[in-house]
């Protein structure tokens, strides 16, 4: 923050900035998501690279104005590269008091507040339990930092007094005065959000003309009135050249497996049952009907995978999306899968557990489910998306991998990236990896004899499409006899197949890309060993203790199972391993039974990422 | 669907080559007998037979089937057969499964099923018994039923079958029996020939756990007066000497001798198989208990009328679609609507 | 069950201290007035009452209520509130759940209570969709509905949740409005009264995500036209001037004018709650596409006729044998019949 | 086998023995199941130690005559103790061509064949797929054995010539006839099956005449034939003095849960759903009406746990039991338990899986399911019972853990053990531990105010049964408040109720016995450390292995989780660790995860139990 400079008018100084990070805070009916949204893809438009956390209560619409119904929206955004949603904010919005109260605890000593003064009325100060006679805009509590005040509410009925809207609908444009005066105050351009506008209310063109006119309105407020001094300027980021879009990681979870179809020419089916915060991914898929995308919203999660194995059974792409609760339901089909050797993606986003647990927070503790929860030895592959666009690449694997090896995949994502957003430079079609499908044809033993489960160099059976004449066959949840797959009790060949089945996954090993550090090198003090969502805090610490001089490093896994072949390797160049997790030490596990490396782990269970403060601390400990 | 166009098929064709491993006089080798009677006719390309069972000793029907097939997991059947049927409508899919694998563990998916009418074809083995874990009673069976689980008898009320089936919107409700070939030969191609759900009950013996349970309705002695055949358009008639009749008091089915009481059998319940309050009260001559006589079981088509199939509409709902909006490319999914560039 | 001796509660008694979170205007709110409105009339000691509930916006419902009360997981209250009601019979159980949680997921445990028929209370919170994950569509939406789910329209038959229930062999199906308050207080008084499982069905107005599904019948406008109130006894008369009646011809029911056409109310379907016949017709006026005329909803206690209650006969049972056998002692237990000793 | 002597009319060796194993084979429906019971209830009446092995096919009736229709009864006995079922047969009753095909590999070297001829016509040669023309009585194939050939259907129909039976029910009775030759063999008593027949037949005495006769013409054959001329002799084992009753490991569950109530003087609740070989618990239970146990037979294995959930939050002792694929249905609900902190015991009876697997035959591969096979961080003790009448132990431990910590327990046993038999020294009601169960009536918090999750010194909270005038509250799956219980996405909450939940079962290694070697000392070159049903063979092992000198050492774990608190103590005293498992290696890798040892795993997937030869290899091995 440097610069300083002056308008006509008034003097208003302008700082530069490399990243900024603004919470958007307000009741749930206030409109903080949209509002959010509208800024970071502003942001993102003009070059910046942005992070986005959104983060609002479980129920619909908790009571108005109680600390319960406090709805947040978070943005980083800089000129640099941004890996995380940020630990703390420069700016905090707050819509009312218990937003305030919610969100004050990770303002920026110094930073700004803006609030909407109409918010913190007599009754929202009671709402939000300020004890009696207490105003926090009106004490000294606020004195570190830079409070904005505004009448948002006046304001807003001001602007729209002639546009003959009733007062309920004037309440609900008042986010566009705040975002009008963010857009102000962070020097950006309206024009992306007045084409949301007019699309958006096509159908109501008084509601349009009232949006715009608000938002027009708080930016024309943020220009003249003195108490706003001050504007922020954050150019844009030098991000590799390219198209850029911004993408949430349910969106390109959907899009990953859609192009996976179209690639490998598979229809795409799925099977799902709907539950927070995977359902969207439902939402997504069930738009792209004219692409032949079938989508079956089961009766329950159990139903949701035996449709999908059904579907991949009868040679589609088939899928099955959900979270913790739902996982936990599929686990006894997820093992005949496993046991007929088919193509079906799993898509866990994962949330805070355990039961119902905290269904809108996020967590890791679901990877000992996946690696484990179910009867019988009965491995598959588990991998994991490290950021919302990664969600794109993962999910394609997943498919990939599914349908090139016969096996059930299991693909973890969590509520922080499914929700979470930024700039995807998205790829197009032809960089995509191929995937190759086979069906057979014709009968594949001697003397014309159809073996379902003879396995090629890779361990992997054929996919054998019912409607193919002459390839008639059964397969079952029993215990299949080697080659023939018929129902078999030998005790031989139980052993046989169990190890079969088990080599046939570890040998996926050859077909993904092997372990490097993300940041640092492969000989370091201290390694930070992570999967997952962690990926963004993990780097951004690591990579600026390395400018600090550290000597550490930064390894992502995203293959589980199996782990890259030359983790184990890898692992002995380093003197100490550290693995941070949303979780108990689930990786942490994983890790020491097989490699019997000591690594220690660094556990959070808050239903939150990790912040960089925390990471940083944790590894200087073991400098 | 294609019609076969070779040479018509055999029963034999349609048998695995896996041996057979029911108990001697188990009722399953009977349907599975008239199951590969009436294929070869059904015009069907052999390679478009999909059988999906749960676990049971019924679901191990599918092995025995020289079609594709799949024995799944208990319970699960439906939902399986409703993701093949949805991913290929061109299939024949025949669901088998028995009265605890679909009515205890696998109610849920049974009565969704019903509700979305998938076109598939759904036998339940009834037995009244869980045979495959040795004996214990099933949600048929019926109240007072000592078994390995109940040895002081069950206290549950069993389900009717056709009722909790006509309960969750099925359009197609039959019932025959192991012991009556050609009337089970007859419902299988009904069934068949429905377009949706097609449930058939099939009353089967268990000799070795519960034997005996439906040989009132096959025994010559007592078949005429227990059991009546229904047939869509004709008078409901039973009895030895077909001297009884069912006919409507008010909406109550009451038995009337046909001769001696003057009633012509213009006078009796007509069956129509459209109608579903018939349906109903027919399903529900289970419970004699609820009327002053006893009435006969019935057998035969209890009900089917057509109605909106899912995996139809699921396809024409894609063909709409893509008429109106056309395919999305794949770069064009991949950028989305708003796109932006750093150079 | 004991009945209260101190002095009589009030509904305020019933409400826990936690802050009700529903959206303004949800339906959910007068359900929640009318039951505690209507307990400290049922007799029942506050600390009798056990509240089970499943996932979503209607089983927060548990919380709200100052009794015993387990807010479970999605599906399964049902299971949980028969393994409760069997392990202590004293309490009077209430099930509370919404159209997705108990019909959906919840299928199967719902119609295996219905047909085990224990003594407890099952309310079904039904706005036609998922609210709590933000509007999908559920079992009982109708055909063709947009939601986020289903964005070219859904193309599911919905259930219609009594004949369901009956199809289940329920003992008791009743149907209320969350806007007529007095009458949904009658209906749960009734439930209450009935020994063995009570089905409730309560319309409920989801503002946020199926917002006025259904105020046709609640709206001075329409509500005497598309509802009908049945009582036992009573003629099914309804419309604007009570000048419509629903009379039989033959098995089908007909909509008349009664003074026009001469009829007098006694010509008229007489309600009787203990018929299932009649209950199963009247359940499926819902399906209006089935009859010529535009059948009214109806409200009311649709089914209601006791039979043999799971608790009841379990408690039974296990009286029987004891006088029958006696206890056996632990330490026999331990020995068993056949023992031999080594010195 | 030393002692000669002599009988009238014909000579008749008399061979001492301390330890015999016959294995009764036949046809499903040959009765050798029933046979063998008989055979061994009768040696372990004698004071012989005894371990049972029944092995049937999963057909309820495979083709009759057929490889896959045959059934097994296998009975090790002995004058010393007995630890397995036996390796391998000293004797083998083969009822037809079948049987002596499959069964055949297990006879030692110069073992005795007593073979049913009439079983060995062609029919039955051709159906058990001996090549034309081939008979293996008559050719040169069993010259290593003794074979001893007996017409046993002829025999049995002139016994019963004038019974006035059909000719099924004569043939029904032949297994009779084959127990009588055994009993004469093994110069056992009639009584015990003479009072049998009496017993089961009471209401058809010309059924219990007819068995009567065929038993003592059996006796009477092997007495008076020539070629019947070894008998031998198991004289009464040492075993430690007191009552003893033969009792499977299903059975003794059972009535460790029964007892586990009539102590705690809690009503008994079973909510389960039948599925092999678990269904034999509920089959059990269910006879126990008298004594107030209610058995819930549920729609599905969901229902089976939300049931006993239900009863178990109205204050009875709550039992569900299952195997794998009915435990991989429960997952959801037992998250449930977790967050609710209530009683419930769950009874695994693991089977071979994956999926529908191998149902009939016996594995250890649930436990990493038991552990892990749950979304969220949802921990849960985990024991598991080592032998039949351990199985009694172990059901009342896991009662008295649940009650006493207020937790969910998993109890894993397995189809050997559960189906097995052997004597018991069963215990007197005063000899068992006391179970302690409060319940509280009154609120437990300052100014009169409820609790629920307020926690004991051992982080227990308190059990509180609906009817309790004055306690009033709500609980359920989400997050809560600690100590109010109330809803809580309070994220530190979160962390303090995870960790909570985590520490109070960690806490349960203070009310578990520490671990110490089972044989062997505590510091040795090799210790076998194993868990489960593997106890009988590496006790066996190990025990031999000491006597010849060997530095070996067995630990046999009980308690799985959590562990023993001096386990990693104990474990530094041994050079190796080799973990038997019939599984790829779970117990393995948890203790590799926690304890940093690199414990080297011995697998095996057959379906089947260790063989004394082949862990004795392996560990010869290492040492
Ligand atoms: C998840 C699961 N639960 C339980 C079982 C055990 N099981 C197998 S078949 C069966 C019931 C069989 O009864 P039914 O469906 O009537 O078939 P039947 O054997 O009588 O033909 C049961 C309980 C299982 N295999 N899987
Ligand atoms: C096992 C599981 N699957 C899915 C969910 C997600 N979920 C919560 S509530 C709900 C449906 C809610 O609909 P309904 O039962 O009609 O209740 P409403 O919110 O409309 O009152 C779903 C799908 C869950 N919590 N658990
Ligand atoms: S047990 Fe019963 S149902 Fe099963 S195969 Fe044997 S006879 Fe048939
Ligand atoms: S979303 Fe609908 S059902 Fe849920 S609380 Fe809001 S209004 Fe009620
Ligand atoms: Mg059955
Ligand atoms: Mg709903």
């Not at chain 1, 077909?511 to 060993?529: N, T, W, Y």
């Not at chain 2, 478009?48 to 092995?63: E, K, V």
């Not at chain 2, 109903?280 to 009327?291: A, C, E």
Request: charge should be negative; include cysteine.
């Amino acid at each position: 923050m440097e610069t300083v400079e002056k308008k006509a008018g008034k003097t208003t100084e302008v700082r530069e900035a490399d990243r900024v990070v603004v919470r958007f805070s307000g009741d749930s009916g206030d409109g903080m998501q949209l509002t959010g949204m509208q800024f970071s893809d502003t942001a993102a438009l003009l070059g910046n690279d942005i992070s986005t956390f959104p983060d609002y209560p479980s129920e619909i619409r908790a009571p108005i104005g109680t600390v319960a119904g406090v709805s947040g929206f978070q943005v980083h955004f800089g000129s640099k590269e941004i890996f995380t949603s940020g630990d703390e904010y420069d700016v905090l919005v707050a819509m009312n008091a218990a937003a305030l109260k919610v969100d004050l605890p990770k303002l920026k000593k110094g930073g700004f507040i803006i609030a909407n003064t109409a918010g913190f009325d007599k009754k929202n100060l009671g709402l939000a339990q300020y004890p009696e006679g207490v105003n926090p805009l009106e004490d000294e509590s606020l004195t570190n930092y830079t409070v904005l005040q505004v009448d948002v509410t006046r304001l807003t009925k001001e602007a729209l007094a002639d546009s003959g809207l009733g007062t309920k609908e004037i309440e609900r444009s008042k986010n566009m005065f705040v975002l009008g005066v963010l857009f102000w105050m962070f020097d950006k351009p309206l024009d992306h959000t007045l084409k949301f506008i007019e699309e958006k209310f096509a159908k109501k063109p008084e509601i349009a003309l009232a949006n715009e006119k608000t938002l027009k309105a708080g930016w024309i407020y943020g220009e003249n009135t003195e108490i706003f001094n001050t504007q922020f300027k954050v150019s844009a980021a030098k991000l590799p050249a390219g198209e850029y879009r911004s993408i949430t990681g349910n969106h390109a979870t959907a899009i990953g497996l859609l192009a996976a179809a179209e690639k490998s020419g598979l229809p795409l089916f799925l099977g799902s049952y709907p539950i927070t915060p995977a359902t969207d991914i439902l939402h997504e898929l069930s738009k792209y009907k004219a692409n032949g995308v079938k989508t079956l919203q089961a009766e329950d999660e159990i139903a949701g995978i035996c449709s999908a194995i059904g579907a991949s059974y009868a040679g589609n792409l088939a899928i099955t999306t959900t979270s913790g609760p739902g996982m936990a339901l599929k686990t006894e089909a997820l093992g005949l899968a496993t046991m007929l050797e088919i193509p079906l993606v799993v898509v866990n986003v994962q949330r805070g557990g355990p039961s119902t647990g905290l269904p809108t927070k996020t967590e890791q503790s679901d990877l000992l489910m996946a690696m484990h929860g179910r009867h019988g030895e009965a491995p598959l592959p588990v991998i994991a998306a490290s950021s919302p666009s990664d969600c794109f690449d993962m999910a394609y694997e997943a498919c990939r991998i599914a349908i090139e090896h016969m096996t059930p995949v299991i693909l973890l994502t969590d509520g922080y990236i499914a929700n979470g957003s930024e700039p995807w430079l998205f790829p197009t079609e032809d960089k995509l990896a191929k995937i190759s499908v086979k069906f057979l044809d014709t009968p594949n033993g001697e003397n014309n004899v159809l073996l379902p489960y003879k396995r090629n160099e890779n361990l992997v059976r054929p996919w054998i499409k019912p409607g193919t004449k002459g390839l008639e066959h059964r397969i079952g949840g029993l215990e299949k006899q080697n080659e023939t797959g018929n129902v078999s009790y030998d005790a031989k060949n139980h052993e046989t197949m169990t190890r079969l089945r088990a080599a046939k996954i570890e040998k996926i090993a050859d077909f993904i890309p092997l372990a490097k550090p993300d940041s640092g090198k492969e000989k370091a003090k201290v390694l930070v060993l992570g999967w997952g969502s962690t990926a963004g805090s993990i780097k951004m610490v690591v990579r600026e203790m390395i400018d600090e001089g550290a000597d550490v490093a930064h390894v992502h896994l995203k293959y589980i199972n199996p782990f890259p072949k030359n983790l184990g390797e890898l692992l002995k160049g380093y003197e100490k391993v550290l693995i941070p997790e949303m979780n108990c030490g689930q990786l942490l596990q994983l890790i020491r039974a097989k490699y019997m490396v000591p690594a220690i782990g660094f556990s959070k269970v808050q239903g939150l990422p990790f912040t960089t403060a925390e990471l940083k601390e944790k590894i200087k400990d073991l400098l | 669907m294609e019609t076969a166009t070779e040479n018509k098929l055999s029963p034999k064709d349609y048998a695995s080559e896996m041996e057979v491993k029911w108990c001697p006089g188990c009722g399953d080798y009977s349907i599975l007998k008239q199951v590969q009677t009436v294929f070869p006719d059904l015009g069907v390309p052999k390679e478009n037979f999909a059988f999906i069972s749960g676990i049971g000793c019924s679901s191990r029907f599918t092995y025995y089937m020289d079609t594709y097939g799949m024995h799944s997991i208990h319970g699960r059947a439906a939902a399986i057969a409703s993701g093949v049927k949805a991913a290929n409508p061109d299939l024949s899919v025949w669901i088998v499964s028995g009265d605890g694998d679909a009515l205890s563990i696998g109610g849920n998916h049974f009565i969704h099923l019903m509700r979305k009418n998938f076109d598939v074809n759904y036998l339940v083995f009834n037995n009244q018994i869980y045979s495959l874990t040795k004996g214990q009673y099933s949600p048929t069976s019926e109240r007072g039923k000592v078994t390995k689980s109940s040895p002081y008898g069950s206290i549950e009320e069993p389900f009717n079958p056709s009722e909790l089936a006509l309960g969750a919107k099925a359009s197609f409700v039959a019932r025959t029996l192991d012991r009556d070939p050609k009337h089970m030969q007859a419902v299988l191609k009904r069934a068949h020939a429905h377009k949706g759900t097609s449930f058939v009950e099939v009353y089967q013996n268990c000799p070795v756990f519960n034997d005996t349970a439906f040989f009132a309705f096959s025994d010559k002695e007592t078949k005429k007066e227990e059991a009546i055949l229904v047939e869509h358009g004709k008078p409901l008639i039973f009895g030895n000497n077909e001297e009884k009749g069912i006919k409507f008091e008010g909406l109550n089915p009451v038995i009337v001798t046909i001769k001696e009481s003057g009633i012509s059998p213009n006078d009796l319940w007509i069956h129509d198989e459209k109608d579903k309050t018939k349906a109903n009260i027919l399903s529900r001559f289970f419970d004699t208990t609820q009327h002053d006589d006893e009435f006969p079981r019935p057998f035969g088509i209890i009900y089917a009328n057509e109605r909106p199939i899912y995996d139809e509409n699921l396809v024409a709902q894609i063909d709409t679609v893509k008429l109106k909006k056309g395919k999305t490319s794949l770069n064009k999914i991949l950028s989305g609507e708003k796109t932006w560039s750093i150079n």
